[in-house]
């Protein structure tokens, strides 16, 4: 089933484990997918294992005017339109209290993950097709409080406000806006954060971040893409302005 068959996306964060899954399951869907990411090794990996003509890929820092340009243009150039933005880009920063968090890594961390997704809203949206959907990569660090990941939590919660500012300017284009909310997932990210928050013992961090999932376990990248394909999909165009949890009951 090609449920979003002449339809052209552009994945932020690509090489990373989400936006790899979410690319997966959009080209088997029949789209058109721009894969996007800072690390131009990882990306070119992706892009070969998977080895799709209808995958292009742009080397682009999601927190630069020129780099958003950039990867604008060549999704316009390679595709001629744009019907799907996944603002998938993001870091975790490190774990410390607020009064020890250093500044250098809260500004990377603001760059990135609200810059990065402003820039996306604020350049790609005018440029896409009436009927478009954008979703955001928020957590659920973007609806509750977690200790030491002030800055994370920070940028999590201000995309939220930023997408419903935009599903409301761009609601008479019929273009809606809503953020994704992870709980804990199964990737490289959260293997760096079990790390930071305990070198020594990253097994036990895992644990612990179980024992708060009500389903026992990290959700699977590919159960994020499953999410980002319904709201990429016309089964979702009605659907503008919400946070979407996928955490195994964690809010709860």
Request: aromatic fraction near 10%.
């Given at each position: 089933m090609e449920r979003l068959k002449d339809k052209t996306a552009i994945i932020t964060g690509g090489a990373g484990g989400i936006g790899f899954a979410t690319a997966k399951l959009f080209l088997q869907e029949g789209a058109k997918v721009v894969l996007v990411d800072v690390d131009k090794e990882n990306l070119e990996k992706a892009s070969h294992e998977l080895n799709h003509k209808n995958l292009s890929f742009c080397v682009a820092d999601v927190s630069k005017i020129k780099d958003t340009e950039k990867y604008i243009a060549k999704t316009l150039?390679?595709?001629?339109?744009?019907d799907i933005l996944f603002a998938n880009a993001g870091i975790e920063g490190t774990t410390k209290p607020i009064a020890e968090y250093p500044d250098a890594i809260f500004d990377k961390v603001i760059a990135v993950n609200?810059?990065?997704v402003w820039l996306?809203?604020?350049?790609?949206i005018p440029k896409m097709e009436q009927g478009s959907s954008v979703m955001i990569t928020s957590s659920v660090a973007g609806l509750k409080g977690f200790t030491n990941l002030g800055?994370?939590?920070a940028t999590k919660h201000a995309v939220v406000g930023l997408?419903?500012?935009?599903?409301?300017?761009y609601a008479p284009k019929k273009i809606r806006v809503n953020t994704i909310h992870p709980g804990p997932v199964n990737n490289e990210m959260m293997r760096r954060i079990e790390k930071d928050m305990s070198p020594e013992n990253p097994e036990q961090v895992l644990k612990s971040f179980e024992a708060t999932v009500p389903f026992g376990r990290y959700v699977a990248s590919r159960e994020i893409a499953e999410m980002a394909l319904f709201l990429a999909s016309n089964e979702?165009?009605?659907i503008t302005g919400q946070t979407h949890v996928v955490d195994g009951g964690?809010?709860?």
């Open positions: 150039d390679v595709y001629g339109k744009i609200l810059k990065g996306g809203c604020k350049h790609v800055a994370y939590v997408m419903r500012v935009a599903a409301l300017e979702s165009k009605f964690m809010l709860i």
